[in-house]
Each structure stands twice: as structure tokens, then as C-alpha cells.
């Protein structure tokens, strides 16, 4: 394999980072130009994979590590400052917080809005890949947005998440 074949397997995750890692090593560190640019639906895909447990948060933390500071991967154009922050959290989480189902879910919302140009202060929920725009009661988002404060999530994917729970457990009992 080239050494971009090897960079693209590494972004998708097609590969165990190990094997990938000792291929590139033949290839130097150095590198004179970006071969490949990291995007978010690559971080995005990977923290999927996580959380539907296909891949242990020591894994993720060694992509991540394997990902950040390389000369030869850039980042994708106007997400470079969140995927700057999502892989050194990632790659760091002695330094920064331990990856969690949670705080997977907190990221893979902002890279989605990121990717997507939405702004942060959107009130949209994901249901079925579209966002949709749902009128909520006024004190009742306030004491959601509380429980999202103290878990450290965006309101709308921890509602977004309660609704999915809550329908699986409907689809079960029909």
C-alpha cells in the first residue's frame, strides 16, 4: 500500500491502528505535504463505532494519538479549530476527560453541526438523519437543559438520546 492508502485506512479505521502504524513507519515521519485531510465524519464514525461498542475507548484514544500531530494528515476546511480540540481530547483523556458514551454523544453532535453549518444555538433534534425543529415547554427544557449542564452534554442530544430509549422500549413492548 501507498503511504496515502495507509493514511485513509487510518482515518476510516478500517485497519488496526497497530498494523497501520508500523506500514507508515517505513514511510518516515516527516512529510512534506498534507496526503489526506481528517474530516469530521471520520471522528464521527469512529466515536459511532464506540458507543455501539465495535471499538473500546482505548482504541479510540490510540487512533486518536496515532491521528493528532501528523504532518502528512491535514484537516478538513473550516472544522480544523474541533477537530484540533475532539482528537487532542481523544488522544489526551489523562489530561482532559475520559471517553464515555456521553461524551461521545456530546461530539458526535458537534462535529454533525460543524459539518452541517448549523449554529451552535440551533434548537434541533436528530431524528431519522433530518433535523427537525420541536416546540418544547418552556420549564420543562429549562430543567432539561439542567441534567445536560451536570452530564456535560448539549440538551438536544441528551433529548435526542432519551427519545431513542424511549422508543426502543415502545418497539419492544408492541
Same mark, same amino acid.
Given at each position: 500500500?501507498? !503511504?496515502?492508502?495507509?493514511?485513509?485506512?487510518?482515518?476510516?479505521?478500517?485497519?488496526?491502528?497497530?498494523?497501520?502504524?508500523?506500514?507508515?513507519?517505513? =514511510?518516515?515521519?516527516?512529510?512534506?505535504?498534507?496526503?489526506?485531510?481528517? !474530516?469530521?465524519?471520520?471522528?464521527?464514525?469512529?466515536?459511532? +463505532?464506540? !458507543? &455501539? $461498542?465495535? %471499538?473500546?475507548?482505548?482504541?479510540?484514544?490510540?487512533?486518536?494519538?496515532?491521528?493528532?500531530?501528523?504532518?502528512?494528515? $491535514?484537516?478538513?476546511?473550516?472544522?480544523?479549530?474541533?477537530?484540533?480540540?475532539? %482528537?487532542?481530547?481523544?488522544?489526551?483523556? /489523562?489530561?482532559? +476527560? @475520559?471517553?464515555?458514551? /456521553?461524551?461521545?454523544?456530546?461530539? *458526535?453532535?458537534?462535529?454533525?453541526?460543524? +459539518?452541517?453549518? *448549523?449554529?451552535?444555538?440551533?434548537?434541533? %433534534?436528530?431524528? +431519522? $438523519?433530518?433535523?427537525?425543529?420541536?416546540? %418544547?415547554? /418552556?420549564?420543562? =427544557?429549562? &430543567? #432539561?437543559?439542567?441534567?445536560?449542564? @451536570? &452530564? !456535560?452534554?448539549?440538551?438536544?442530544?441528551?433529548?435526542?438520546?432519551?427519545?431513542? /430509549? &424511549? #422508543? @426502543?422500549?415502545?418497539?419492544?413492548?408492541?
Amino acid at each position: 500500500m501507498t !503511504r496515502k492508502q495507509l493514511l485513509e485506512a487510518l482515518l476510516t479505521s478500517e485497519s488496526p491502528t497497530d498494523n497501520l502504524l508500523s506500514a507508515l513507519a517505513e =514511510f518516515g515521519w516527516d512529510c512534506e505535504e498534507e496526503l489526506v485531510l481528517l !474530516r469530521c465524519d471520520h471522528v464521527a464514525a469512529v466515536l459511532r +463505532r464506540f !458507543r &455501539k $461498542g465495535g %471499538i473500546s475507548a482505548q482504541n479510540v484514544s490510540g487512533w486518536a494519538d496515532a491521528v493528532e500531530a501528523r504532518d502528512d494528515i $491535514g484537516f478538513e476546511e473550516g472544522c480544523e479549530e474541533i477537530l484540533t480540540d475532539v %482528537i487532542y481530547e481523544l488522544a489526551n483523556p /489523562e489530561l482532559t +476527560r @475520559s471517553l464515555s458514551s /456521553e461524551t461521545a454523544a456530546e461530539w *458526535i453532535y458537534h462535529l454533525e453541526l460543524q +459539518r452541517e453549518g *448549523i449554529p451552535e444555538a440551533s434548537s434541533y %433534534i436528530h431524528i +431519522r $438523519g433530518k433535523r427537525r425543529l420541536i416546540p %418544547i415547554d /418552556e420549564e420543562l =427544557f429549562g &430543567k #432539561v437543559t439542567e441534567i445536560s449542564e @451536570s &452530564k !456535560r452534554i448539549p440538551p438536544e442530544a441528551l433529548i435526542d438520546s432519551w427519545l431513542k /430509549e &424511549k #422508543v @426502543s422500549e415502545a418497539h419492544q413492548q408492541v
